[in-house]
């Protein structure tokens, strides 16, 4: 089964250390399969090796085999590179230390764990021949570090490197998030604005859509559909205020006008960078955009590849209206696909689709990594909010 799980729903774990530290034993006996090869002559590992695991609980995970952080030469410069891109996508980190105790080239990985917010359990490898020092041990517990000390040749401490792993695991791995339901109450009513334009599927509203309408009723509520030129007649038609009204993005400059101050209102984008986001992130991003000068890029990214229609969301709207927001003369690139561009650096702005097609773990991964990189981030709904100039409304029913 954790072979057939799609990549981004795995928890990511990777082993980092100097070279013959014994990551790749380490590896292999947490996977209890010899999937790294294993010597005493250091730089044995060279590109990344994974290996899918089902660690209950928790469900399916990747152990990630890396280089040696402390290699040397031409070649080693590029393993360390193979092995930092392998960080970005990194959920938690061990740390795994020699015989020889922990030194610099530790304490720098640690470092650059730190600054990448990385969780980190530490692990003492080769306990048949040493122990760990006094300093080390006081190191850890003084910074809030797991650590344990195993020897792989015995198995002793891998199943404890294994619940300490269950135990520190990033919540998203653990908690349900929410949609709409802590926003509604039984029996309330929910008008969700739902435009059909080019872009809507035929014979279909698209998932989004249905997920939260889902949500609604599952919470015994009542959800009324409507376009967003029905809408003044469905506000009138209502004995109450309904409790929220959610709309599409694209509609929210006419909605907008025409919902009372006093109703919530927020879009199905915004419910969804925080259903399968960090929404603080995202809104945060968007106001990056008043940062915005002539000549920067702007990446526009798409989780999944589609026909682009005449006026296509990331590709023709959003670009000019942020161009029309700032007044500034901007390049913006399109990029779909798993991974971000290597040179995501270069970059003054990234801005996300809503991810229908991707899911809560994924887009946090890919939140963290522009958020590691130093790359304001946010999707296409927040970000047409703040065009718009109802960000602040549309994200005051969810708390921000």
Not at 48 to 63: C, N
Not at 181 to 186: T, V, Y
Not at 207 to 231: C, M, S, T, Y
Not at 283 to 307: F, N, T, Y
């Amino acid at each position: 089964m954790s072979e057939k799980a799609p990549r981004g729903i795995r928890m990511v774990i990777t082993l980092v250390g100097r070279r013959n530290a014994g990551k790749s034993s380490l590896i292999n006996a947490l996977a209890g399969q010899d999937i790294a090869i294993v010597s005493d002559h250091p730089g044995t590992t060279t590109d990344p090796v994974a290996k899918h695991y089902e660690l209950l609980p928790l469900g399916p995970v990747t152990f990630y085999d890396t280089a040696g952080l402390d290699d040397t030469g031409t070649l080693g410069e590029l393993r360390i590179k193979a092995a930092q891109r392998v960080l970005y996508r990194t959920d938690t980190a061990i740390l795994v230390v020699s015989e020889e105790g922990m030194g610099d080239a530790e304490h720098e990985i640690l470092n650059t764990l730190q600054k990448m917010n990385i969780a980190t359990i530490v692990v003492f490898n080769k306990a048949d021949i040493a122990t760990p020092k006094p300093d080390d041990i006081a190191f850890c517990a003084n910074n809030g570090l797991p650590h344990l000390t195993v020897c792989t040749a015995s198995g002793q401490g891998v199943n404890d490197v294994k619940k300490t792993l269950i135990a520190t695991a990033p919540k998203e791995f653990v908690e349900d998030p929410v949609l709409v339901s802590d926003l509604i109450s039984h029996g309330e009513t929910v008008l969700c604005v739902v435009p059909i334009d080019r872009a809507a599927p035929k014979g279909r509203i698209i998932l989004p859509q249905v997920q939260v309408l889902r949500d609604v009723l599952d919470n015994d509520a009542l959800g009324i559909v409507v376009k967003e030129h029905e809408l003044p007649e469905a506000l009138g038609a209502l004995r109450h205020d309904p409790a929220l009204v959610i709309t599409d993005s694209q509609a929210i400059a006419e909605v907008v006008a025409d919902v009372p101050k006093n109703v919530p209102l927020t879009t199905f984008s915004t419910l969804f960078a925080r259903y399968k986001g960090d929404l603080p992130t995202l809104v945060e991003g968007a106001r990056a955009i008043d940062s915005l000068k002539d000549g920067d890029k702007v990446l526009m990214c798409e989780a999944c590849s589609h026909h682009a229609v005449e006026d296509d969301i990331g590709r023709v709207k959003l670009p000019k209206w942020i161009t029309q927001y700032t007044g500034k003369e901007l390049e913006f690139v399109i990029y779909a696909g798993h991974d971000f561009p290597e040179d995501l650096e270069c970059f003054a702005l990234a801005v996300h689709c809503g991810g229908c097609m991707s899911n809560r773990t994924e887009m946090l991964r890919r939140i963290r990594e522009c958020t590691r990189r130093e790359v304001p981030i946010t999707n296409y709904g927040v970000a047409i909010s703040k065009v718009h100039g109802v960000l602040d409304r549309v994200v005051q029913p969810l708390g921000l």
